[in-house]
């Protein structure tokens, strides 16, 4: 694994460092607008008084911190893949370069020393489980992984209950950031009740150093905090949207790893851009969170 010297000395002098994904970059965003935001995204962090760490593979090494002309390539290389967990591998071995999931980031990011990545939403268990059994690699690797991670809930193109009771059974605690409702991802609210609720990056770090000092289990602290109510996306837009992208979806016979991309694509497409802002919105907001807690000390 290549840190850049900016994390490297970071982490060996216990300053605050902050994970990115890059999927968002290479596969959620269109160009040029896509290499303009991971630089946003990466001063975000920077003004809060942390480090940023953008997480990618390149010709099969993976790297925590990524150069200028890094980011780039991650942003304009059509050949760039989408790698979760079991795909670090055999993108290692055969010089392959990809961005990656949540799952990847997370995984590399806590492997490097780093305690809190930023995201959007978080995969997880799809609509229709008993059919398809389709349920996000994030699940997994969260229950596994001591990292924070701060985003709007899980994609709400997914089942939202179910990916709360399964992370519930994989123990992965849930807190909501100034809510007792677990976000939306577009949305403010999903209408699930989340159990624990913190108001300031200050008691969510406290969350993360009991976690470490209590030695439970290591597996992730997901921090769900809402996007903000003027940004959010329309609610009886999006279910409507939604529902629409889902019988299309349907009549197309889209499945598998297709459906995620073809319903996000569908919401940005028949929102005219609307979905695509709230969850930029959404993001920017996770990664000014992020920054905050890390400087508070809960990445150490």
């Given amino acids: ?9 970071a982490l060996a002098d216990g300053r605050p460092v ?13 160009r040029p607008r896509n290499l303009r935001v991971a630089g946003e995204l990466e001063d975000i962090v920077r003004a809060a008084g942390a480090v940023p760490a953008t997480v990618a593979v390149l010709d099969g090494t993976p790297h925590v911190g990524l150069g200028g002309g890094q980011l780039e390539r991650i942003a304009s290389d059509d050949t760039v893949r989408k790698l979760t967990v079991r795909d670090l591998a055999p993108a290692a071995a055969l010089g392959a370069s990809g ?67 399964r992370l519930e059974t994989l123990g992965v605690t849930v807190l909501g950031y100034g809510t007792a409702e677990f ?22 770090a406290a969350v993360l150093r009991a976690q470490r000092e209590l030695d439970v289990p290591p597996s992730a602290v997901i921090v769900a905090n809402p996007v903000p109510a003027a940004e959010q996306l329309d609610p009886a837009v999006h279910d409507a949207v939604l529902s629409d992208a889902l019988r299309e979806a349907g009549r197309r016979g889209v499945s598998g790893q297709a459906i995620t ?22 993001v920017r907001g996770n990664v000014r969170l992020a920054a905050e807690i890390a400087v508070q000390g809960g990445g150490a």
């Fill in 261 to 282: 991309p073809f319903l996000l694509g569908y919401l940005t497409e028949q929102t005219q851009g609307a979905s695509l802002e709230a969850n930029l919105a959404a």
């Fill in 18 to 30: 902050v994970a990115l994904e890059s999927t968002i970059i290479a596969h959620g965003l269109p």
């Fill in 99 to 165: 961005a990656t999931t949540v799952a990847a980031t997370a995984f590399l990011a806590a492997r490097a020393g780093i305690g809190v990545f930023a995201t959007g939403g978080l995969g997880g268990v799809h609509r229709e489980w008993t059919q398809s059994q389709d349920e996000s690699a994030d699940l997994r690797v969260l229950a596994e992984t001591r990292i924070a991670v701060v985003c709007a809930g899980v994609k709400s193109i997914l089942d939202v209950p179910a990916t709360l009771q």
């Fill in 183 to 204: 976000p939306g991802f577009y949305l403010r609210t999903s209408g699930e009740p989340v159990e624990w609720t913190v108001r300031t990056p200050a008691e969510v």
């Fill in 1 to 9: 694994m290549h840190l850049t010297d900016e994390v490297r000395d």
